[in-house]
């Protein structure tokens, strides 16, 4: 049973011997708030603090209130705070929480706010992004309408319990330390690993990758018919252009529009390709807006020439635009602009799948000519040079993917559909991916990395694209599914075996 109990004495200086200098881009610190003079809090109590230092308070059990509260009162007990995101989205994912006098188990995401309003003023409300939240955790005590928190979701305030420690002050959070550098304790994976030679960590981490692609091309293998196995490459790729937040909608696209459909409408034309993938993804405007420029408004009045005449084909199939996340995306990435790279690839005259014919995995230079056949710019188009729709012309072309986006797109999607489709025997792999061109971290190889080699590890150890792929799959095999935390994961015996 959950008691709660006055709260050990404790300092910061414990986790000294943890301490790592941030990045300066990896963190950005919000500007401190400054309380009023109704709000200034007892002596000895700090009158500055951010929401980062609320992060670290929820995060950290060293100052984490060991009696937290709803705001309807009952009881919280914090089995599990979640995982520190440090992407977009909320502040803590896969969170598990015990609520009330009969433990009712809530599991999901975390978001941390100084005041209630914040939720809304940050625009949260509506955002996929959020349909998760399972607590709304903020400083100052308050209540919200109704229907802005997902339902059953909690409201929990900091602000009484932690006035109530007199060995608690912000002042004491080092916010550099945080998520990585802070630990209760070494994972049983990483002291599974701490005698172990960098030689025999690299066999561990590339055996892994290995493992993730096997699955991966078995997948492409379980295909029985060349169509069968084109679709799901389309799918795959599909997913892959949608990055994190849009890989399941993306996804859902390329089924409501399948490959063969999008062939036989569109008859390798490229724009008419576009306008009938941006038409079933919602994402076609319905307006020209004044701000626009001529060339924007050609070219929306371009697409719409085609997509009028499918409309009425298509209309059951189109996906709301609220199924996209669309906030804080970078122009970039935008949906409507990847969605010219998938027309490109499958809409063309020849589609991706024939392309990739001439690829010879026999050759030495087999990744290397998968990868250009997405360097190649083999259709000029209105997002070769705008960053947005209507924004401002770029004085040089721009791709559509870049070098980091390909590398991934070739590791998880070409090299497996290749190797499938040419029956390549297991024992063979490691030599053909070898040249596999490293991904750019992400949030899971680097919490990967920290959760299995320690704060001060050499990141050279996970450099290679193989090893990569191993962290990935030792996080999503092992850490994502032991939701109660370390003391249930499997991978300190796997290691052992």
């Not at 109704?38 to 603090?49: D, L, M, N, Q």
């Not at 550098?181 to 002291?191: I, S």
């Not at 996209?324 to 998938?342: D, E, F, K, S, T």
Request: aromatic fraction near 8%; proline fraction near 8%; glycine fraction near 6%.
């Amino acid at each position: 049973m959950h008691v709660c109990r006055p709260r050990e004495t404790r300092s910061y200086h414990r986790h000294r011997r943890w301490h790592v200098p941030a990045p300066a881009l990896a963190y950005p610190v919000p500007s401190p708030l400054r309380l009023t003079t109704a709000e200034r809090p007892p002596p000895g109590y700090t009158a500055f603090f951010t929401e980062r230092h609320l992060q670290a308070v929820w995060f950290d059990p060293a100052f984490r209130p060991a009696c937290l509260f709803t705001l309807h009162g009952e009881s919280v007990e914090v089995t599990a705070p979640g995982r520190w995101n440090l992407e977009a989205g909320p502040d803590f994912i896969d969170a598990v929480l015990r609520i009330g006098p009969n433990h009712r188990e809530l599991r999901g995401d975390v978001e941390i706010h100084i005041r209630p309003g914040d939720w809304r003023a940050h625009r949260h409300r509506g955002d996929p992004r959020y349909r998760s939240i399972v607590a709304h955790v903020t400083f100052y005590p308050g209540p919200l309408p109704a229907d802005e928190l997902p339902d059953g979701a909690v409201l929990i305030a900091l602000r009484d319990t932690l006035r109530s420690d007199p060995a608690f002050a912000f002042e004491n959070i080092d916010l550099t330390a945080y998520p990585f550098a802070v630990r209760d304790d070494q994972p049983r994976c990483a002291r599974a690993l701490s005698h172990s030679t960098p030689d025999a960590i690299a066999a561990l981490l590339e055996a892994a990758g290995l493992e993730r692609i096997r699955r991966r091309i078995q997948l492409f293998q379980e295909a029985d018919t060349t169509a069968t196995r084109n679709q799901l490459l389309y799918e795959e790729l599909m997913a892959a252009l949608g990055y994190k937040n849009n890989k399941v909608t993306f996804r859902v696209l390329a089924r409501r529009l399948p490959l063969l459909e999008l062939r036989a409408q569109t008859g390798g034309d490229t724009e008419k390709a576009y306008a009938l993938l941006c038409g079933v993804a919602g994402l076609l405007p319905e307006k020209l807006s004044k701000t626009w420029d001529q060339a924007t408004h050609d070219a929306v009045r371009h697409w719409w020439d085609h997509w009028w005449k499918m409309r009425t084909r298509w209309s059951s199939a189109i996906l709301p635009r609220e199924t996209w996340v669309l906030a804080g995306q970078r122009p970039i990435n935008h949906p409507q602009r990847r969605l010219m790279a998938a027309a490109i690839l499958f809409g063309g005259q020849t589609a991706l799948p024939d392309r990739l014919s001439s690829i010879d995995v026999e050759r030495e230079s087999w990744l290397s000519d998968s990868a250009d056949l997405f360097k190649a710019a083999d259709h000029a188009n209105y997002w070769q040079s705008r960053l947005g729709l209507g924004g401002k012309p770029q004085p040089v072309p721009t791709a559509l993917l870049g070098p980091d986006r390909i590398a991934t797109i070739v590791t998880n999607v070409i090299a497996p559909w290749l190797m499938a489709r040419a029956g390549i025997a297991e024992n063979s792999m490691p030599a053909r991916l070898a040249r596999l061109e490293p991904e750019a971290d992400n949030a899971v190889t680097r919490q990967m990395a920290f959760n299995l080699l320690g704060h001060d590890h050499n990141p050279s150890l996970y450099r290679s694209a193989l090893r990569q792929q191993g962290l990935i799959h030792l996080f999503y095999e092992f850490c994502l599914n032991a939701r109660s935390g370390c003391a249930t994961c499997r991978l300190p015996d796997a290691i052992a075996t």
